[in-house]
Each structure stands twice: as structure tokens, then as C-alpha cells.
């Protein structure tokens, strides 16, 4: 199970911390990935991270603004957000595969970001 939390409303410039939790799994094995889904739009990749805690990787948009972090003795994954844009606005979701596998399997509910004065 993946569950979601920190979305919300926030104004431009502002910061906002994702964080997911996971049961059921060995955590450690998994990679961890967040994506996010605007209105009208295809969902899009933003961020992931290796069961090891390596490999990390962002969409060009993002770089510079989000961190992806995670504890695995806490089975949890974050994302970071600082100085955000109205064009950060989306449904965020997480994500999780087996590090060796190369699709995302496991997906969360999602939690609403708005970026909006």
C-alpha cells in the first residue's frame, strides 16, 4: 500500500514537503518515483530514487527546486518542493518498482498541489 500526504494549497514562491508511505513491501528494494498529473494534461515523471538511496534523477523543470530524499526505516519517500510555480500544479503521485525492474508497478491515490496567490 502507498499512501500520500502534504499536498495542498500554497503560493508561488512558497515550499511544500510530499511525503509517502509504504507497507507491505521491503522498501529497501524498492525505487522510489514521484509523478504528477496536471488538468488537461499527461501524467509526467518528476523525480525518483534508487532502493539504496543513489540513482537520483529529475525532470528538467524541477532541477534546482525538488528534492527527493527517503528513509527506510521509516518506509517513507519525500519530495521536497521549494520556490513553486503555478505550472506545479498538478495531482502528484508516488510511485514504486524493484530496483531491477524497469516500469512502475505500485501507484498511490495522489495528493492535490496548487501553486496560487
Known amino acids: 500500500q502507498i499512501v500520500e500526504s502534504g499536498g495542498g494549497l500554497v503560493q508561488p514562491g512558497g515550499s511544500l514537503r510530499l511525503s509517502c508511505v509504504v507497507s507491505g513491501a521491503t522498501f529497501s528494494t524498492y525505487t522510489m518515483g514521484w509523478f504528477r498529473q496536471a488538468p488537461g494534461k499527461k501524467r509526467e515523471f518528476v523525480s525518483a530514487i534508487m532502493g539504496s538511496g543513489g540513482g537520483i534523477n529529475y525532470v528538467d523543470s524541477v532541477k534546482g527546486r525538488f528534492t527527493i530524499s527517503r528513509d527506510n526505516g521509516k518506509n517513507t519517500v519525500y519530495l521536497q518542493m521549494n520556490n513553486l510555480k503555478p505550472e506545479d500544479t498538478a495531482v502528484y503521485y508516488c510511485?514504486?518498482?524493484?530496483?531491477?525492474?524497469?516500469?512502475?508497478?505500485?501507484w498511490g491515490q495522489g495528493t492535490q498541489v496548487t501553486v496560487s496567490s
Open positions: 510511485a514504486a518498482r524493484l530496483d531491477s525492474l524497469s516500469v512502475f508497478e505500485y
